[in-house]
């Protein structure tokens, strides 16, 4: 009896809702708790969980399903160890960093993202993406195709695991001179095209919907061969 309601306490404990967005400086260890605030679908209004000031550290907390908002905003170089989305909502995380700052994705998962994870708006910064696990999802990875303000932006994905892609794994503005350099991708009943890996596009900053310009290989701006893409 004892030991079943210390274990009720202990669940209880690590489950929080919060009504606002928490600003983070710092390393925030979170211990795996599970923390959220709302979700209103694919709103581009709503606020994010939680906000990292340049330089935070963000580590083992799970986003908890219908009330992970718009993730998380990074405003610098920040780091993401371990983080969980048990059901994205409208991005899992953005990356808002300017020139020579980087987003570095440590690990952790995300379930259920419509769109897209990992949103990049920060124009001359990087996201790097490693041992990261994602299922039904529509992108991992989109560099922003109509922002107001557009230059180039760098990902690299490395050493992660895929599961029921829709659309592609990453998204990038070959006319900005993005780049997105992939390495040990395995995605789960992987043929070729199916999903889609790296596909090129040409963004624009006047909100109109960007062009497609398809699945590109080692170009020089998807920098990604077939060897470096697995079926598990």
């Known amino acids: 009896m004892y030991s079943k309601l210390l274990l009720g306490l202990c669940l209880t404990a690590v489950i929080s ?13 979170y211990g795996g708790a599970t923390v959220g605030t709302a979700c209103d679908g694919q709103s581009e209004s709503q606020q994010p969980v939680f906000v990292l000031t340049d330089g935070a550290t963000l580590k083992n907390v799970h986003l908890k399903a219908g009330a992970a908002a718009d993730g998380v905003h990074c405003l610098g170089s920040c780091t993401l160890s371990s983080v969980v989305w048990d059901d994205v909502c409208e991005d899992a995380a953005t990356m808002k960093g300017g020139s020579g700052k980087t987003m570095t994705v440590s690990g952790g998962t995300a379930y259920s993202a419509s769109d897209k994870v990992f949103q990049h708006n920060g124009i001359g910064s990087t996201i790097k993406i490693s041992g990261f696990y994602a299922k039904t999802i529509g992108k991992l990875y ?16 490395s050493n992660t695991k895929l599961e029921a892609v829709s659309a592609a794994v990453v998204g ?22 199916s999903p889609k890996v790296c596909v090129e596009y040409t963004g624009n900053n006047t909100g109109a919907e960007p062009t497609s310009l398809g699945e590109k290989w080692n170009d020089g701006y998807c920098k990604v061969t077939t060897s470096n893409v697995t079926s598990y």
């Open 17 to 29: 809702s919060v009504s606002a967005t928490t600003t983070i400086s710092g390393t925030k260890d």
């Open 172 to 193: 990038i503005n070959k006319n900005y001179g993005d780049t997105a350099t992939i390495t040990g991708l395995q995605i789960k009943g992987y043929t070729s095209g």
């Open 142 to 157: 989109r560099s922003c195709g109509n922002c107001s303000s557009q230059g180039a932006r760098y990902v690299t994905v």
